[in-house]
């Protein structure tokens, strides 16, 4: 079953259940999905449906962080949920310190040595942790292994 077909067979699912937090999250991937598909005049593939997933988490993690600021715990709570939800289209997400062995062993590889490198080593990891984790948390690793 393609992605595409999981989160239509899950919208349908969260629609029964009456679980509007889940079916409103799915209605949202589903609508940047088909945008996408519309502006590129294509089918997209699982690889670039989880990254149109990647990008929402992404999204709603620095929204997180603005509800925080604004003291909105109620908008907090409920994207945190909606993380949650979309995590669950992704592949497992790599510890802290699962990513620190990738970015060690690519160091080894390209044999950067300073933070002059940092462009290079984070275009080397990105590829090896496509959609496992956020390139901010590899951006502190490379930094502190670094430093």
């Given at each position: 079953?393609?992605?595409?077909?999981?989160?239509?067979?899950?919208?349908?699912?969260?629609?029964?259940?009456?679980?509007?937090?889940?079916?409103?999250?799915?209605?949202?991937?589903?609508?940047?999905?088909?945008?996408?598909?519309?502006?590129?005049?294509?089918?997209?593939?699982d690889d670039e449906?989880?990254?149109?997933?990647?990008?929402?988490?992404?999204?709603?993690?620095?929204?997180?962080?603005?509800?925080?600021?604004?003291?909105?715990?109620d908008l907090v709570?409920?994207?945190?949920?909606?993380?949650?939800?979309?995590?669950?289209?992704?592949?497992?997400?790599?510890?802290?310190?699962?990513?620190?062995?990738?970015?060690?062993?690519?160091?080894?590889?390209?044999?950067?040595?300073?933070?002059?490198?940092?462009?290079?080593?984070?275009?080397?990891?990105?590829?090896?942790?496509?959609?496992?984790?956020?390139?901010?948390?590899?951006?502190?690793?490379?930094?502190?292994?670094?430093?």
């Amino acid at each position: 079953m393609s992605l595409k077909e999981k989160l239509m067979e899950d919208l349908k699912a969260s629609m029964k259940s009456k679980d509007t937090i889940r079916k409103n999250t799915i209605t949202m991937v589903r609508s940047a999905i088909k945008q996408v598909e519309v502006d590129k005049r294509t089918e997209l593939t699982d690889d670039e449906i989880l990254d149109i997933i990647s990008k929402q988490v992404k999204e709603k993690r620095s929204a997180i962080e603005e509800f925080k600021k604004g003291s909105r715990d109620d908008l907090v709570n409920q994207t945190e949920n909606e993380i949650e939800i979309l995590l669950e289209y992704l592949p497992e997400q790599l510890s802290e310190e699962e990513v620190e062995e990738i970015v060690k062993e690519t160091i080894k590889e390209i044999n950067a040595t300073s933070m002059k490198d940092i462009g290079r080593i984070m275009k080397a990891v990105m590829p090896k942790v496509k959609g496992r984790t956020d390139g901010n948390i590899v951006n502190k690793v490379v930094k502190k292994i670094l430093n």
